[in-house]
């Protein structure tokens, strides 16, 4: 019904940057969030950043400055720009739809960091 899926992901040093993808096969009218969340082996889920339909945003305090979401309304998508990137960001990185109430997930993309 509803397809989510990321791209973006790779290795990369630590003090480098990455842009993570992802499209929605929905109408941007449709959409009341966009984002992307995180999760590091043994660890939790956690949110890294949102958007609104509104525009409004959201960040996770640890990527407060370092990154930055936006969305390109026609297609349907969000982005992630990550600098300054850290070991400590490497997880699998999740994009999360929202149609009325319902969340959709995609599949995931890996991050590495490296030291």
């Known amino acids: 019904q509803v397809q989510v899926v990321e791209s973006g992901g790779g290795l990369v040093q630590a003090g480098g940057s990455l842009r993570l993808s992802c499209a929605a096969s929905?109408?941007?009218?449709?959409?009341?969030?966009m984002g992307w969340y995180r999760q590091a082996p043994g660890k939790q889920r956690e949110l890294v950043a949102t958007?609104?339909?509104?525009?409004?945003?959201n960040y996770s305090d640890s990527v407060k400055g370092r990154f930055t979401i936006s969305r390109h309304n026609a297609k349907s998508a969000v982005y992630l720009q990550m600098n300054s990137l850290k070991p400590e960001d490497t997880a699998v990185y999740y994009c999360s739809v929202t149609i009325s109430t319902w969340p959709y997930w995609g599949q995931g993309t890996q991050v590495t960091v490296s030291s």
């Open positions: 958007i609104t339909s509104g525009d409004i945003t």
């Open positions: 929905a109408s941007i009218f449709s959409i009341s969030v």
